[in-house]
């Protein structure tokens, strides 16, 4: 069982609507929730930026996710090759193939975050986080991201976990993984949430995150708001297309797509209230970046009894969902390269992962040795962070928008909305039509063109 499909056209399928929410939400709750959004809402002003992600969510995100479960359950094939059923001899399925260079660029920054997430698992465990001393966690951060190979071999070690799992296959790797840990993890995030709101301190990293000052709002901060959108949903290049694909016949694309939505923005608020008070407690700025997780998330946990290990435990389940989120990443091209031109599974995994580690290190060594090196003002590091999350997934999503909108007959959306008419929700298609035609589309250029500065509000 692997999630190639047989002759007869099949696909192993998830075995049920926990089942398939579980996996679902196996690719979307990743270091988007603990790690990007904290840091991108520090950078952008806090509360008034969250409200700007939530609309996006779901004006742009949810319709997004749901012409993606639409796409990939309808046509039964991964991300290029659903383009290719619904509309063959046509060059729509380049917009697939566009989804499949988002992956992996995304992979090159993704498992490089990953590797310092593996490794923090190591360090809590031996103690050597234990401090309550701001300078001293920094440090303790800064000078490890900034060495050269420990980083780099971290960051291989995810490679090659994520890459033997994707040899292992869907159900197995994917959904059983997922099913046991997300509720593990939510737990762990609340006991760190009651810590972190009870520091001494804590009320303005509160006020940061729920009062919201809409003087900071720029152009740029409202696509980067969008980015986030579609990074943190996996949407916008084919991820959910190709999950869609397992979804049942009898499943509701509907509700699986606003349930992964809900929860996972529980995840992300969850991160954001265990990271911002903790950040004014201790004295950080909530714009430090990278590395706003890594510096305050150990010491709220020092600040508990038994702190070194609920440290512990947390970075080994944020591995777990940094890696279930990254199966469904480095898979996009492994699926490619098998379902689409022949390659077996094995050495499609074996060459995407030496590729991703060829173009990871670059990303990783804007730390070290490559942090003079910039393209666009940018590390590599910053760099295939933005133009994924602002320019290349935005324009993929648009693509995807209009297919389902208005190349895909009405007719079959409303039928794969309806699970062939036996779901009464024909208000709601109408309302998913309308955001799927116009809203979101229109909404991308309008939020795409001024954060890239052609024109101000
Ligand atoms: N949504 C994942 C996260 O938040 C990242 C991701 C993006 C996964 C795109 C797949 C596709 O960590």
Redesign the pocket.
């Known amino acids: 069982t692997n999630l190639s499909q047989t002759s007869m056209g099949h696909r192993e399928g998830f075995g049920s609507t926990l089942g398939v929410i579980a996996a679902t939400l196996g690719?979307?709750?990743?270091?988007?929730?603990i790690w990007?959004f904290p840091y991108v809402t520090g950078e952008n002003g806090g509360a008034a930026f969250i409200l700007i992600y939530l609309l996006f969510a779901s004006l742009i995100g949810l319709p997004v996710m749901i012409s993606e479960f639409i796409m990939g359950r309808r046509s039964n094939a991964a991300s290029v090759g659903a383009f290719k059923r619904l509309a063959p001899g046509t060059p729509w399925f380049l917009t697939g193939i566009s989804g499949v260079i988002v992956?992996f660029l995304?992979m090159s920054y993704?498992t490089s975050v990953a590797g310092w997430v593996y490794a923090y698992i190591f360090k809590a465990m031996s103690g050597g986080l234990l401090t309550t001393d701001p300078k001293v966690s920094e440090q303790a951060f800064t000078g490890f991201i900034s060495g050269v190979w420990s980083p780099l071999i971290w960051q291989w070690i995810v490679l090659l976990v994520t890459g033997a799992i994707i040899l292992a296959g869907v159900k197995k790797g994917i959904e059983r993984i997922t099913k046991m840990l997300l509720p593990v993890l939510f737990l762990l995030l609340i006991v760190c949430v009651i810590r972190a709101v009870t520091l001494p301190g804590a009320s303005e990293g509160i006020a940061f995150l729920f009062k919201p000052d809409f003087s900071k709002i720029t152009g740029a901060t409202i696509l980067a708001a969008m980015g986030l959108a579609f990074?943190?949903?996996?949407v916008g290049?084919g991820?959910m297309t190709t999950y869609g694909s397992y979804i049942g016949k009898s499943e509701s694309l509907f509700s699986t797509g606003v349930k992964v939505m809900l929860a996972d923005t529980c995840v992300s608020m969850l991160a954001g209230l265990a990271i911002f008070p903790a950040v004014f407690a201790f004295g950080f700025t909530p714009d430090k970046g990278a590395s706003l997780l890594f510096m305050t998330i150990p010491m709220v946990f020092n600040s508990m009894p038994f702190g070194g290990f609920f440290l512990t435990i947390f970075f080994i389940l944020a591995s777990i969902a940094?890696t279930g989120?990254m199966i469904?990443?480095f898979n996009t091209p492994v699926a490619y390269l098998n379902e689409e031109l022949g390659w077996s599974r094995k050495s499609a995994t074996v060459v995407t992962g030496l590729m991703m580690a060829l173009i990871g290190s670059t990303a990783t060594l804007s730390n070290s040795i490559l942090a003079n090196f910039k393209l666009f003002g940018m590390t590599m590091f910053d760099l295939f962070g933005y133009a994924t999350d602002n320019i290349m997934m935005p324009l993929t999503g648009l693509i995807i928008a209009l297919f389902v909108g208005w190349r895909l007959s009405k007719y079959d959306v409303a039928d794969e909305l309806s699970n062939g008419g036996s779901l009464n929700n024909r208000t709601f298609v109408k309302f998913y039509l309308i955001a799927v035609r116009f809203v979101a589309p229109a909404a991308i250029i309008v939020v795409l063109l001024s954060g890239l500065g052609f024109f101000q509000f």
């Open positions: 690719s979307a709750v990743g270091l988007g929730n990007k992956a995304i993704y990074f943190k949903l996996s290049m991820v940094a989120a469904s990443l």
